[in-house]
């Protein structure tokens, strides 16, 4: 049965209305940060591959990771991207200048 931070015991209605309160406050930011963590995962997971499928000799696993690792890395890059506008787009609200919010080139 879950339960919420002070220990009362929710049923499941009220959990997943509590969740979905939750999940739909989330930042455009937030996600951005979590999807940047996310791909380190990735990332270890396809260097820990491709390490082994070389030790291992499975040269087509090695190859698929290979390609893997060049989609990621795009993904990874337009991810990036986008952290620094929204980073110099909160700056911005923050109170700075137009001028020094944005960089003159990004990544």
Same mark, same amino acid.
């Given at each position: 049965?879950?339960?919420?931070?002070?220990?009362?015991?929710?049923? /499941?209605?009220? @959990?997943?209305?509590?969740?979905?309160? &939750?999940?739909?406050?989330?930042?455009? #930011?937030?996600? +951005?940060?979590?999807?940047?963590?996310?791909?380190?995962?990735?990332?270890?997971?396809?260097?820990?591959?491709?390490?082994?499928?070389?030790?291992?000799?499975? /040269?087509?696993? @090695?190859?698929?990771?290979?390609?893997? &690792?060049?989609?990621?890395?795009?993904? #990874?890059?337009? +991810?990036?991207?986008?952290?620094?506008?929204?980073?110099?787009?909160?700056?911005?609200?923050?109170?700075?200048?137009y001028e020094n919010a944005f960089p003159k080139q990004i990544a």
């Amino acid at each position: 049965m879950p339960t919420d931070k002070f220990g009362n015991k929710l049923t /499941w209605k009220q @959990f997943m209305a509590r969740w979905k309160e &939750g999940i739909q406050k989330v930042t455009p #930011f937030q996600q +951005i940060k979590v999807s940047m963590i996310g791909f380190v995962i990735v990332f270890v997971g396809i260097v820990w591959g491709l390490v082994v499928t070389f030790l291992t000799h499975i /040269w087509w696993l @090695f190859v698929i990771l290979i390609g893997s &690792g060049f989609i990621a890395s795009m993904q #990874f890059l337009a +991810i990036l991207q986008k952290y620094v506008i929204l980073s110099a787009l909160e700056k911005q609200m923050k109170g700075g200048s137009y001028e020094n919010a944005f960089p003159k080139q990004i990544a």
